[in-house]
């Protein structure tokens, strides 16, 4: 009888190390928070905004290319709690020849922040100088020396407002990008983007597009300004993981929006109601550890605009090389002292 209670109490003990076991890998944080550290960074690389029109009266030439110059951008940042300063410096000289690709004035402004679930960020991107690239192929004006149309005036610009939603609620924004967080372990979940977004390029009241490819048939040919506002909802899927402290985590989604467009003729502006396909990448990638962190931030941005017979094609894009380090305050030096003692 005593034997059968000892097998009793053996196999309750058993349980309760398999349930306490199970509980605690089930309820262990797929991720780690650094928010109470204080957080030093810096990144280094470049952001860029070409954008192409394409229309039927191009023949052989199937796009213009407009291409913007840009600089190589070293940021400085700062993180602790609540608390998030980043300054970024153009470093002296554009990354294309001047003769060649004139002079881009670009200016950067955004900013984020999590409400529960849900992660929002605020965009504006505004670029002012571009080249039509390879002009001297249909303007005898031009030759490979002097290869670019230059066009000082061209003026790009982009305002965004985005909510993403993430059905996991262990997913966060913070670990994917790596300085005030990093993922522990594989998380993925699928995720609605909420979208709102104004958008376009203009020449002042001069037209974008040479006098060549005008289209006596097509007057958007002759057009100052393309524009559009669009919102919708983008339905994706975001994945995270860190292993032997690399981690890679990235956001893929595709979708469309209601978007109004607009083109603008001798002050006199047109409007359609349509529809606009929209797709999200994003990919981050490198290594963390509780310490210090090196990451390479890629960030893809693609909008466009579909008329009848002539399309516009936005795209910003960037890619940086990040790395920081994530110091102790000095309460976590106070608990590392006690604990050694």
Request: net charge positive; hydrophobic share 35%.
């Amino acid at each position: 009888m005593k034997e059968l209670k000892i097998k009793y109490y053996l196999i309750l003990i058993v349980f309760i190390i398999i349930g306490k076991t199970t509980f605690s890998q089930s309820d262990t944080l797929p991720y780690e928070v650094y928010k109470n550290k204080i957080i030093v960074y810096s990144d280094f690389g470049y952001t860029t905004a070409p954008f192409s029109i394409k229309f039927n009266y191009l023949d052989k030439y199937e796009k213009l290319k407009y291409r913007n110059n840009y600089n190589t951008i070293l940021g400085f940042g700062v993180c602790y709690k609540w608390f998030a300063l980043r300054i970024g410096i153009a470093l002296p000289g554009s990354d294309h020849n001047e003769k060649e690709f004139g002079k881009t004035t670009a200016y950067n402004l955004g900013f984020d922040f999590t409400i529960k679930k849900m992660f929002c960020d605020v965009d504006l991107r505004n670029y002012k100088g571009y080249v039509i690239k390879n002009s001297y192929k249909w303007d005898p004006n031009y030759n490979k020396d002097n290869p670019n149309l230059i066009l000082p005036n061209v003026n790009s610009v982009s305002f965004s407002i985005n909510a993403w939603y993430f059905h996991n609620k262990h997913f966060k924004m913070q670990a994917v990008r790596g300085k005030t967080a990093h993922f522990t372990k594989k998380v993925h979940t699928w995720y609605l983007k909420n979208t709102l977004n104004i958008y376009g390029v203009g020449n002042g009241t001069t037209n974008i597009i040479p006098s060549l490819f005008y289209d006596s048939l097509n007057s958007k040919t002759k057009a100052s300004s393309y524009s559009a506002f669009d919102f919708g909802v983008i339905p994706g899927y975001a994945f995270g993981n860190r292993i032997n402290n690399w981690q890679f985590t990235g956001l893929l989604g595709l979708g469309a929006v209601i978007q109004n467009k607009f083109y603008t003729i001798d002050n006199y502006q047109r409007s359609f109601l349509g529809l606009a396909p929209r797709f999200d990448i994003r990919f981050i990638g490198g290594y963390s550890e509780p310490k210090y962190f090196v990451f390479i931030v890629t960030d893809f941005d693609n909008k466009s605009i579909n008329y009848s017979s002539l399309k516009y094609n936005q795209t910003f894009y960037s890619i940086k090389l990040l790395g920081g380090i994530r110091f102790d305050n000095k309460d976590d030096k106070k608990k590392k002292r006690e604990k050694k003692i």
